[in-house]
């Protein structure tokens, strides 16, 4: 019984993995590759992953990331898109963007920056600035 049982439970991952290994992103997906503004005139890369099917509305998910944003190239796909390989299929837009600082976007990075004043000047930066500024 025992032998059974890991053999099933082997099989539902084997089984997983090709489901996963279906989901062609190129095919599905097109690329665009931007450099966002920020507030203080810093340039954020960030790449845009859109459906095909553009006739509809779709959800958007944020990824803002210290460790690449790559493949780096219009023509260049990653094998999937998301935290799971079940959010594409259904129509997610996925934006990557690399922080400040970090691979191919411009200024500075700083390790957990602090937040900062509410009633800090307008070029005052931090994460959050960031992340409202690509929004």
């Known amino acids: ?31 665009s590759q931007h450099m966002v503004p920020m507030r203080d005139g ?40 998301g935290p799971s390989i079940e959010f594409a299929p259904d129509g997610f837009l996925f934006v990557y963007q690399d922080v400040r600082g970090k691979f191919r976007s411009e200024g500075e990075f700083v390790v957990m920056k602090p937040l900062r004043s509410p009633s800090g000047g307008g070029d005052q930066t931090d994460e959050s600035t960031d992340t409202y500024d690509t929004i």
Not at 55 to 75: A, K, N, Q
Request: proline share 7%; glycine share 8%.
């Open 1 to 31: 019984m025992g032998w059974w049982l890991t053999m099933s439970i082997g099989w539902c991952g084997f089984s997983a993995r090709a489901q996963e290994l279906e989901f062609d992103v190129k095919q599905h997906y097109t690329k």
């Open 42 to 81: 810093t340039k954020l890369f960030t790449t845009v992953y859109q459906p095909v099917d553009n006739g509809r509305r779709h959800p958007v998910m944020l990824f803002r990331t210290p460790y690449s944003t790559g493949p780096y190239g219009e023509d260049q796909f990653p094998k999937k898109l």
